[in-house]
């Protein structure tokens, strides 16, 4: 799978869009960007994943560079629930099992009154 | 979203003895799940994964036969950590793929701290 670059961390007005960005350049054609964040003592929580076009849910929106060689996760409006370790992983989707996640450093975002 | 039960979710121990922990997918079946451990201040490291009904494929550098892994139903699996000692002190996570939702989104149980005396 492919290596991702964060920013150890990065800090985020409440109530103001946190931007968190990752670096991709080796990405294959054929894997997926995830992202997954962790909140102190607790296990990952899945947040989105994109292939190609940009996406949106409920929690965040991926937007994905036409080349795919970068990404970046937007929450629109960060609370402090917010605050977490951000980790963008690359890997190929898919199949039976789907594959394994290699966790990366992620991006501590801490998001502050 | 699915939900993966993990159990206990803190244990101590003495050095020398058997820690057994349980990751269960509580509304799905899970026939593969992985197993992870996480260091103070350090990102999550793969340890297994866990084959409903077959051995587990071990990460390079893990000791199968320190973390015992089985996975024996389709709901269930356990890793013993064997003869513990400090070192293995640490936050053990296991996670399972959904096949209802499209193998896509991984679900993680909230975790077993383990200290190891």
């Known amino acids: 799978d492919a290596k991702t670059t964060q920013p150890p961390s990065m800090d985020c007005a409440e109530g103001r869009a946190a931007n968190l960005p990752c670096n991709h350049s080796?990405?294959?054609?054929?894997?997926?960007v995830y992202w997954y964040r962790q909140i102190h003592s607790q296990g990952p929580q899945y947040i989105i994943h994109g292939l190609k076009n940009n996406e949106t849910n409920e929690m965040a929106s991926l937007i994905i560079t036409e080349d795919r060689k970068s990404s970046t996760l937007i929450l629109p409006h960060a609370t402090l629930r917010d605050t977490a370790v951000y980790y963008c992983?690359?890997?190929?989707?898919?199949?039976?099992?789907?594959?394994?996640?290699?966790f990366g450093q992620g991006t501590e975002l801490s998001v502050k009154p | 979203g699915a939900v993966v039960s993990q159990h206990p979710s803190r244990v101590i121990c003495k050095s020398g003895t058997s820690v057994k922990i349980e990751c269960r997918s509580l509304?799905?079946?899970?026939?593969?799940m992985f197993w992870y451990r996480q260091f103070p201040k350090q990102s999550l490291m793969l340890m297994a994964t866990s084959n409903e009904g077959s051995k587990a494929t071990y990460e390079q550098g893990v000791e199968k036969d320190k973390f015992l892994i089985n996975h024996a139903s389709l709901t269930l699996s356990t890793l013993t950590v064997t003869s513990a000692h400090p070192e293995d002190s640490s936050f053990y996570i296991c996670?399972?793929?959904?096949?209802?939702?499209?193998?896509?989104?991984?679900?993680f149980g909230s975790g077993t701290q383990l200290s190891v005396l």
């Open positions: 080796t990405i294959s054609g054929n894997e997926y």
């Open positions: 509304d799905f079946q899970a026939t593969t």
């Open positions: 996670s399972a793929r959904d096949p209802g939702l499209g193998n896509e989104k991984l679900f």
């Open positions: 992983i690359v890997r190929v989707g898919g199949g039976n099992q789907g594959g394994k996640l290699i």
